[in-house]
């Protein structure tokens, strides 16, 4: 598996990145066409997991304020889900973390993913929400060094 990553939507890697989050969250999960797409998408890195050149799986980062970012549109093609990509996906935006002296990631779990994202050390806060009239929580990881 390889992954790439590019900040913004000039890149060639955009295309793979959205197609995915449509086929994932639109198509599959029905969430909402007119959201998928936001002004973070011009702003954030983005990172598409590729296996024997398809695009397999995406994720993306926003930079926030005081050294944190937020992750978000994590989606892996329902094909490749037990094979790890998931868990690829997190664990390079977790080291690019570290490598950009980031302080702490965090992100909103979908409820029935939280045990995923607890097995890499994120901790939950806070109640159940809904979401695009999914529940989810709050999930916070601090970064060191």
Same mark, same amino acid.
Do not use: T
């Given at each position: ?11 060639p ?40 050149n ?9 930079f926030?304020e ?13 094909? %490749?889900?037990? *094979? !790890?990509?998931?868990? #690829?996906?997190m664990? /390079? +935006?977790?080291?690019? $973390? ?10 909103s ?5 939280k045990?995923f %994202?607890?097995? *890499? !050390?994120?901790?939950? #806060?806070?109640?159940? /929400? +809904?979401?695009?009239? $999914? ?8 970064i060191s060094?």
């Amino acid at each position: 598996m390889e992954i790439k990553s590019a900040i913004g939507q000039q890149s060639p890697l955009i295309d793979d990145a959205l197609n995915l989050r449509q086929h994932v969250f639109i198509n599959e999960q029905g969430f909402d066409p007119l959201i998928e797409v936001d002004e973070y998408d011009d702003v954030a890195l983005h990172i598409v997991a590729y296996i024997d050149n398809q695009p397999v799986g995406v994720a993306r980062l926003i930079f926030q304020e005081n050294n944190k970012a937020k992750i978000g549109r994590v989606a892996v093609l329902k094909a %490749y889900r037990a *094979l !790890g990509v998931g868990k #690829q996906l997190m664990e /390079y +935006l977790i080291n690019y $973390a570290q490598n950009h002296h980031l302080s702490e990631l965090c992100l909103s779990s979908q409820l029935h993913a939280k045990h995923f %994202y607890a097995k *890499l !050390g994120f901790q939950a #806060q806070g109640d159940v /929400y +809904l979401e695009e009239e $999914a529940e989810h929580i709050w999930m916070v990881l601090p970064i060191s060094s």
